[in-house]
T-cell receptor
Framework: RKEVEQDPGPFNVPEGATVAFNCTYS??????FFWYRQDCRKEPKLLMS???SGNEDGRFTAQLNRASQYISLLIRDSKLSDSATYLC????????????FGKGTLLTVNP | GAVVSQHPSRVICKSGTSVKIECRSL??????MFWYRQFPKQSLMLMAT?????????EQGVEKDKFLINHASLTLSTLTVTSAHPEDSSFYIC??????????????FGSGTRLTVV
């Protein structure tokens, strides 16, 4: 099982649609969870951290289920500017505090 | 906010030559820098962790003699790809804990270096 596994995508949605991304992680020792977005040929940028109680930032809602080792991201009222690859990232606290990235799911929002 | 400056952004080199990539933390001190590589349509894969004042830690399968890492100061880490070959062509990117301290939740990324070996 891959350490971090995401929906393979790609997702193509019209403007205004709601889109959900799913992610599972294999290491139960993972402590911190994030969603990053990466535009084509650019560096990843933090979209939001994911907390156990779930958290919302405007149109974006992230949820974590530790028992199922599952993370989700919901984007409501999608905009053209939301088009990017969304990366699920987990941080294993240990000697190196390493980030492990999912392969990413490409989202294209169409006019 | 915390900024990591990475140079060069793009480099084309001949097979057999060496290429040095620099990452500088501009407004914070980074005791640790992570180096990643990303092939097209693949995830970022951690190559190594550089630590200021000590030897880097390499991930399994990454040749330490080929990918030389130096973390000479609290604001500079370098990755040198030695004797580059076409299969080394990739997107290399560095990252540091945003506060400079491991255990924080935020990580700042450099803008990446696209290496093409011809």
């Amino acid at each position: 099982r891959k350490e971090v596994e995401q929906d393979p995508g790609p997702f193509n949605v019209p403007e205004g649609a709601t889109v959900a991304f799913n992610c599972t992680y294999s290491n139960s020792a993972s402590q911190s969870f994030f969603w990053y977005r990466q535009d084509c040929r650019k560096e990843p940028k933090l979209l939001m951290s994911v907390y156990s109680s779930g958290n919302e930032d405007g149109r974006f809602t992230a949820q974590l289920n530790r028992a199922s080792q599952y993370i989700s991201l919901l984007i409501r009222d999608s905009k053209l500017s939301d088009s990017a690859t969304y990366l699920c990232v987990v941080n294993q606290r240990g000697s190196n505090y390493k980030l492990t990235f999912g392969k990413g799911t490409l989202l294209t929002v169409n006019p | 906010g915390a900024v990591v400056s990475q140079h060069p952004s793009r480099v084309i080199c001949k097979s057999g030559t060496s290429v040095k990539i620099e990452c500088r933390s501009l407004d914070f001190q980074a005791t640790t820098m992570f180096w990643y590589r990303q092939f097209p349509k693949q995830s970022l894969m951690l190559m190594a962790t550089s630590n200021e004042g000590s030897k880097a830690t390499y991930e399994q399968g990454v040749e330490k003699d080929k990918f030389l890492i130096n973390h000479a100061s609290l604001t500079l880490s370098t990755l040198t790809v030695t004797s580059a070959h076409p299969e080394d062509s990739s997107f290399y990117i560095c990252s540091a804990p945003t506060t400079g301290v491991l255990g924080s939740d935020g990580y700042t990324f450099g803008s990446g270096t696209r290496l093409t070996v011809v």
